[in-house]
């Protein structure tokens, strides 16, 4: 038997814009697994953050495609393993050679990749719908457009935090969640864990730079709020190094190289008794069904990336108001809707 790896010119050059008018866009890469007739798709969205490109992703995966060409993705297993080894380097990469394999298998088998998994749909957790940093005015304007979310994240890291989330309370009764991206002091992470509480905030993710592992242990005993880690939550091997700095973790599949080490990180998270999110970067329907596919895994969900979007040529989980519904479909259960 024999594997192809089909990564096309053209489908590594889409592009998705953020709605409403902001200039940002996010680029990301869908790559093809082809195997005895059945195709599994899956996707990268970079992040230089990361130290990775869409132009990085596709050099690691044709690298891969010689190796993959003696493998077989109804050993999914075997060859995941082998593809963390030979790509460890380009987690990114990982993540949609593994969305494609997992896609792959469960077409192959006819099922959703929750049933394979054994997950109850029914259980996936609510995801917030994230505001981004802006002016006060602006970010006001954003959360009047989504009147009825019942769960907001929004992103701070700014002198007057709680001055713009006391504008944003008095907007909506949605819990909100905020995202310093590593923005704050100790003291200051201390000091607004407290008057957030006040306001209806449930948690803080990644209030500190992610080298910042030592000054955590302060800010975990003396917050408010339970502290959840993002950029200090890359891959599993970071796991261990988190109970005593941070109550959570944020999961996201781009960052630990898809749906196999986020496996491995829920349950060494559970071992150790933290909390889990799945969050997501700006990405297409195939990256945030993926991760939606194993939501029933956890307590909460960021999985806003494609209703962030104007142009998701994919269809796949829906996202209603943060109640996501996934789909029935074999794999991913994603299907492709248009290429740009
Ligand atoms: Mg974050």
Known sequence: ?????????LRLR??????RGSEDVARTVIAELEHEGTVGTGE???STFYGETPETVVEALRGAAGWLSSATPLHHEHLLAEASERLGKSRAA???LD???????GRKVGQPLHRLLGLDPARVPLSTFTIGIDTPEKMVEKIREVPDFPLIKIKVGRPNDVDVVRMLRKETRAAFRVDANCA???????EKSRELKALGVEFIEQPLPRESLD????VFVRSALPVVADESSIVPEDVPRLPGKFHGINIKLVKCGGIRPALRMIHLARTLGLRIMIGCMIESSVCVTAGAQIGALVD??????AALTVNDPYRGMVFDRGRLRLPDGPGLGVSRVRLT
Request: one cysteine or more; a negative charge; hydrophobic letters at 50%.
């Open 99 to 105: 969305l494609a394999v997992h896609d792959w298998f």
């Open 94 to 96: 990982l993540c949609a």
């Open 215 to 218: 000054a955590m242990e302060e």
């Open 300 to 305: 909460w969900l960021d999985l806003d990336g």
């Open 184 to 190: 704050w002091t100790p003291a200051e992470a201390i």
């Open 1 to 9: 038997m024999k594997a192809s790896c089909r990564i096309e010119e």
């Open 14 to 19: 889409h592009t998705f814009t953020i709605s």
């Open 44 to 46: 990268a969205s970079p």
